[in-house]
């Protein structure tokens, strides 16, 4: 009776331990923003925090970034040429990475490739987006948060506005996240109650501040070394703004998103496929 009533509460406390998997999409509002940066150095301070970390790259610079060899992509996953174990390459940051194409992952079947995804129930997946006219993937379409990373320019701002109201008026999404990357504190807060005033105003849509990356020559330095700033220079500026990051998305509320319908999505990759060549 006493191992019964035991097994019962270990069973209760299994139960309420069991958490979802938290899907992070990092997009750059424009190409040079820096958003494989932000999402390998996220991915690092996560993982350094003890998360258990597998950052997707749909970009195809996340191992390139960290030297690291790649042994297929979930096309071949899914065409059954390998394993969705082979294609998990670890890194010495501990968290693991996992290619999802290396041509148009716009045009990925997110259906059959979330499961692989959040197999074995990691506590955060981080998607380094793809940068393309779909504004979002089909996989960044399941994320529960939205992290846009821009710079502090005139430009920059404004190309983050264009991008958020696309992504608004495609996927009805009305929240989103802001990262401002090498900025200092005041010109990131700056930055953001700028855009979120504009943004409510002609959107109705809620943007908050995220944090900021201040411009380290040591993060420079760590992408040449093909590592992240988090790794290599824990001390420096860049480094510790990953960790105090990291540590806020562990406590951002967890949405409740429901995927888009797999024919929207469906549609969407179609549409992308017909513009993109071949």
Not at 49 to 54: I, N, Y
Not at 205 to 218: N, R, T
């Amino acid at each position: 009776m006493v191992k019964l009533v035991l097994d019962q509460a270990e069973g209760l406390r299994r139960l309420v331990a069991r958490h979802a998997t938290r899907i992070v999409a990092v997009v750059g509002s424009v190409p040079e923003a820096g958003q494989t940066s932000v999402a390998l150095n996220l991915a690092g301070a996560l993982a350094h925090q003890g998360q258990d970390v597998l950052l997707v790259d749909e970009s195809g610079h996340g191992a390139p970034a960290l030297g690291l060899p790649v042994r297929g992509d979930m096309n071949d996953v899914l065409a059954g040429r390998c394993s969705a174990e082979r294609v998990r390459v670890p890194t010495r940051d501990g968290f693991a990475l996992m290619p999802v194409a290396h041509r148009h992952p716009e045009r990925i079947d997110a259906g059959r490739v979330m499961p692989f995804i959040t197999a074995g129930e990691p506590d955060v997946v981080v998607l380094d987006c793809h940068h393309s006219d779909a504004v979002l993937s089909p996989l960044a379409a399941h994320a529960h948060d939205v992290l846009v990373v821009l710079g502090p320019s005139p430009a920059a701002i404004t190309g983050a506005y264009s991008w958020i109201k696309r992504a608004h008026y495609e996927y009805a999404l009305a929240q989103f996240r802001i990262l401002v990357n090498r900025a200092e504190d005041i010109d990131a807060r700056a930055v953001c109650r700028n855009l979120a005033s504009t943004a409510s105003r002609y959107l109705a849509v809620s943007l908050e501040l995220a944090g900021h990356v201040p411009a380290d020559k040591q993060a420079i330095r760590a992408r040449q070394l093909t590592r992240t700033v988090v790794e290599a220079f824990p001390m420096t500026p860049a480094a510790v703004a990953y960790r105090q990051l990291a540590a806020q998305v562990m406590h951002w509320p967890l949405p409740a998103r429901e995927a888009l319908p797999a024919a929207a999505l469906g549609d969407r990759a179609s549409a992308s496929a017909q513009a993109q060549p071949a």
